[in-house]
């Protein structure tokens, strides 16, 4: 399995490739990774390659990528480049009409790409009093709702109750249960 994650500094990507990183190993499974930080600290541009499997290099090679997990909406159309025919990308959509452009959506179903918009903003505005920290691990779980991927919500909640910080610990929950209930059953 290769993943892209993509977002801003500051937005948790880092923690996202530890809980991957933390299922894979717990199953037994090879790790590889590379991040590219950019302006992170001032919430530039961030890039996670991650590999599950049995790879020889970290990097994830244009269009080979299976899924895309992006916390910021721009950075996400950005590396769609990245997913493999019929890959899945998990997108924080703040502005809807943006996913409508004709070129976008002909870019989709070439190359059958299956996109979940999520409006992590709004959810996280709405549902964690605009506690946007919280941002990883919405998407998180709105991966697993969405069947993306193959990790359950079973072992993702449990990855992130046992790595995130105790005082963050109920809230990371929460939103990996907001995430998850966004896309679970449609």
Not at 5 to 16: A, D, H, N, S, W
Not at 62 to 76: C, I, K, P, R, V
Not at 120 to 130: F, N, Q, T, V
Not at 157 to 178: G, I, Q, T
Request: hydrophobic share 45%.
């Amino acid at each position: 399995m290769q993943y892209i994650i993509v977002g801003l500094g500051g937005q948790g990507i880092l923690f996202t490739s530890r809980v991957l990183g933390y299922i894979a190993v717990s199953r037994g499974e090879r790790v590889m990774g590379s991040e590219v930080h950019g302006m992170a600290q001032r919430g530039g541009s961030v890039i996670s390659h991650f590999k599950v499997g049995d790879y020889s290099s970290p990097l994830v090679l244009t269009g080979a990528a299976d899924l895309l997990l992006s916390f910021d909406q721009n950075e996400g159309i950005r590396n769609l480049h990245f997913l493999r025919k019929a890959g899945h990308a998990i997108l924080n959509v703040h502005a809807p009409e943006a996913m409508e452009n004709p070129h976008l959506k002909s870019f989709l179903a070439e190359r059958q790409i299956k996109a979940f918009c999520l409006p992590g903003y709004d959810i996280l505005r709405e549902k964690m009093e605009g506690r946007f920290l919280f941002m990883n691990a919405l998407i998180l779980g709105a991966m697993c709702g969405a069947g993306a991927g193959n990790l359950s919500i079973d072992e993702v909640s449990d990855a992130v109750e046992k790595l995130a910080p105790a005082k963050f610990r109920a809230d990371n929950l929460k939103a990996v249960n907001l995430g998850y209930g966004h896309f679970a059953g449609k």
